[in-house]
Structures are given as C-alpha cells and as structure tokens.
C-alpha cells in the first residue's frame, strides 16, 4: 500500500504520529491532512533510512517504520462480508507480475481484451500473454469489451473472438462514457444487443460495468433487458448507488489506484483497478464457477 493524500484521515494521522516519534514533525502538526509539513517530514525519514525520498510512503518506507514501531491502523474497509481480493488491468498496466499478485491474496482478476469495433477495433495485445500467467499462478480469470457506439452485435462477436473464452472465463460489458478520439459512447440500444448476443453464443449472459451510464439510461424502452446481467458497479466512495433494476452489486470498483475509501497497490503490479467482491472466497469460486464461459 501506499499513504498519501487519498488515505484515510486516521491512516494520515497514524503516520504523522509515527514522523512525531522520529522527530521529524511537531505533535502539533498531527491533523490528519497530507500536506507539504508531511511530505517534507517523510522525505526526511527515508533519507535517514537510505530510502528514495520521494516524500510517499510506500512499502519498502512502511517496513522500515515498522521495524520502528509504527504500525497500521485497523481498516473499516472493506465493509464486513466484502472480500477484498480482485483487481482489473489493461495494457495501460506496465509493469504485471501475476504470481506476486495471487501470493499477495488477490484471487480474480479481469483484463481488458477489446474495444469498439470496425476500423477502430483495438485488440489488448497483452491479452493472451497475462490470460496464461493468470492460470499458471491460480487467478481467476475475466475478460472485459469497451463498447462504443456502433453495433452491439458485431462488438459481440469480435469481443468473444478474442477473448477466447475457455470455460473458465467471465465475461463483461464495460458501459461507460467514451471520451476516445474518433468513437463515440455505446447508446443503451447496442449494449442490449450486445449483451443478448453474448447469450445467444454462450447461453449465459454477462456481467455489465458501469458508474452513473446506467442510472442515465434507466428510463429508457429496453432498458429491463440489462437488468439480466450481474452488476459490476464503479464508485469511488464509501457507499455504493444501486441502478434501477438490480438489488445489489456483485462486484463493485472502489479505486482505481489513487482515489477511494482504500487507496493500496497490488503486490507485483502497483496502483491499479481494485474491487471487491459481494461475498467470501467460497461464494466468489461458485459464482464464478456458475457464470464463466
């Protein structure tokens, strides 16, 4: 993990203490707020402590303030009955070590594998690569399509040729705004489509992402048809919106590596997508066992 000025005001505050005991700051300046006093104060630590100063605790600063008595505060995150245990990457994620990631805790993971369609059809070209270090370091595996507005159907049918799913894999929609260059935002229309398609060739439907899209377009005909998907819901708070039409999430994104209620990396990857799932390990191995393709 990483303390800065995402973290929580007591994790802040905790930390600022620790800086008091080491001399680097005045207790005074114990307020829970990360500013310039706490960053100057940090740098100042890891400079003693032969670390790089860049002034943000990460995990080689925090070992070493552990090894000097700081210690974290209990986290009232996540919820009780969330399982804290799953992440989601793209390309956009560099750096992947999948098998420091599953000895870390993390149990699933979803991975980008495609987008748009027709002359802006983009293929994730780190798909296949992380899909085998996934199944090698015992990850469960998921595999997400960007809709853009064009045909839901056609979407569909490249999305599940690349993807490749292979009995074990979960399948999702991500339906959200899209700000690319030459692309224009899935209309509710074509994510239906899209979805029914998925279940025409596979028999079961897929999970749909989504932040505020959904809530926009519940008033819309058709709108039901999606309402048989699973909810993967993005919101970086500390509570969680329920669109029309569903009871409850069963996955919900809660940061997206810099801001949430819970701002902390993933062992072999850094800042990224994490998410919890709406139940323990044993509920979370069935569900994926039950909805995977």
């Not at 114990?30 to 605790?57: C, I, M, Y």
Request: aromatic fraction near 12%.
């Amino acid at each position: 993990m990483v303390i800065g000025k995402n973290s929580g005001n007591a994790l802040i505050k905790s930390w600022q203490s620790f800086l008091v005991t080491q001399g680097f700051l005045q207790a005074t300046e114990v307020d829970g707020l990360w500013g310039n006093h706490t960053v100057a104060a940090t740098k100042s630590f890891q400079t003693r402590a032969n670390l790089n100063p860049d002034g943000e605790p990460g995990t080689d600063t925090i070992q070493k303030a552990e090894s000097l008595g700081f210690s974290l505060p209990s986290s009232t995150f996540p919820p009780a009955g969330l399982l804290n245990a799953v992440f989601d990457i793209s390309h956009s994620n560099e750096s992947v070590d999948l098998q420091k990631a599953r000895k870390s805790g993390m149990l699933a993971v979803f991975h980008k594998a495609t987008q748009s369609l027709g002359s802006t059809l983009f293929h994730d070209l780190t798909y296949a690569s992380r899909r085998a270090s996934a199944n090698a370091a015992g990850l469960l595996w998921g595999a997400y399509h960007f809709g853009s507005g064009g045909s839901g159907k056609l979407q569909a049918q490249a999305f599940l040729s690349y993807a490749k799913p292979d009995g074990k894999t979960l399948l999702v929609l991500d339906f959200e705004p899209n700000t690319t260059q030459g692309e224009t935002t899935m209309q509710l229309a074509e994510a239906v489509d899209f979805v029914n398609e998925i279940f025409n060739e596979t028999g079961k439907y897929p999970g749909i992402y989504s932040g505020n899209l959904l809530q926009e377009v519940s008033t819309q005909p058709d709108y039901a048809q999606l309402n048989k998907c699973w909810l993967w819901k993005a919101q970086y708070g500390s509570t969680v919106h329920i669109p029309p039409g569903w009871q409850t999430y069963t996955f919900w994104q809660y940061t997206d590596g810099s801001v949430g209620p819970l701002v902390e990396e993933v062992e072999g990857v850094g800042k990224c997508d994490r998410d919890v799932f709406n139940g323990n390990e044993e509920a979370l191995r069935l569900f994926w066992s039950a909805n995977a393709v």
